[in-house]
Antibody, heavy 119, light 110 residues
Framework: QVQLQQWGAGLLKASETLSLTCAVH????????WSWIRQPPGKGLEWIGD???????QYKPSLKTRVTISLDTSNNQFSLKLSSVTAADTAVYFC?????????????WGPGTTVTVFS | QSGLTQPLSASGTPGQRVTISCSGG????????VVWYRQLPGSAPKLLIY???KRPSGVPDRFSGSKSVTSASLAISGLQSEDEADYYC???????????FGGGTRLTVL
């Protein structure tokens, strides 16, 4: 059964760059889309963007100028970078697996990484 | 930015059937499939329903989904104490090129 393991810095100063990585265990990057989603404290879910197995990306329009999602096929993992963070970026960040057809949803999720931005 | 609309809360007693509604628009629910997630406190969301009414392997048939034009519903029958969680609907929005989520419904088992 596919499992996602994620890690990255949990405490950032405003204006720094958030960097998280998600490793895919017991499965392949091939034929799937790999997403990042976040959840601010006490709030709902917000999709950040995704990357296909071939490397094509799609980002949430309001975050597009600050987000980069990339693949590392040799290590079977993918990463998120979010630049110029502010307190509004404080959230639990999840990585997840999706498919080409969005209607199938995100069926495998990482456990989440708490990121706190201080000023 | 538009999201999907869900009730803030729902409740039921053990064994009862409850439904949670989700309202959207023509560019999201109306055009694409709706999915439902369950999130237990401190945990990642779990996919319950995809493509309006399909259950992933391992999800009990107590959970069912339906869709009508631009609205959807999640039904939970035989309510159990472990069903107490937050439930989110979501759909891809072709106009926004973005996933839109409902605000979440907190289900309480009385």
């Amino acid at each position: 059964q596919v499992q996602l393991q994620q890690w990255g810095a949990g405490l950032l100063k405003a204006s720094e760059t958030l960097s998280l990585t998600c490793a895919v265990h017991f499965g392949s990057l091939n034929n799937y889309y790999w997403s990042w989603i976040r959840q601010p404290p006490g709030k709902g879910l917000e999709w950040i963007g995704d990357i296909s197995h071939s490397g094509s990306t799609q980002y949430k329009p309001s975050l597009k100028t600050r987000v980069t999602i990339s693949l590392d096929t040799s290590n079977n993992q993918f990463s998120l970078k979010l630049s110029s963070v502010t307190a509004a970026d404080t959230a639990v960040y999840f990585c997840a697996r999706g498919q080409r057809f969005r209607r199938y949803g995100l069926d495998v999720w990482g456990p989440g990484t708490t990121v706190t931005v201080f000023s | 930015q538009s999201g999907l609309t869900q009730p803030l809360s729902a409740s039921g007693t053990p064994g009862q059937r409850v439904t949670i509604s989700c309202s959207g628009g023509s560019s999201n629910i109306g055009f694409n499939g709706v999915v439902w997630y369950r999130q237990l406190p401190g945990s990642a969301p779990k996919l319950l329903i995809y493509s309006d009414n399909k259950r992933p392997s391992g999800v009990p048939d107590r959970f069912s989904g339906s869709k009508s034009v631009t609205s959807a519903s999640l039904a939970i029958s035989g309510l159990q104490s472990e069903d107490e969680a937050d439930y989110y609907c979501a759909a891809w929005d072709d106009s926004l090129n973005d996933w839109v989520f409902g605000g979440g419904t907190r289900l309480t088992v009385l």
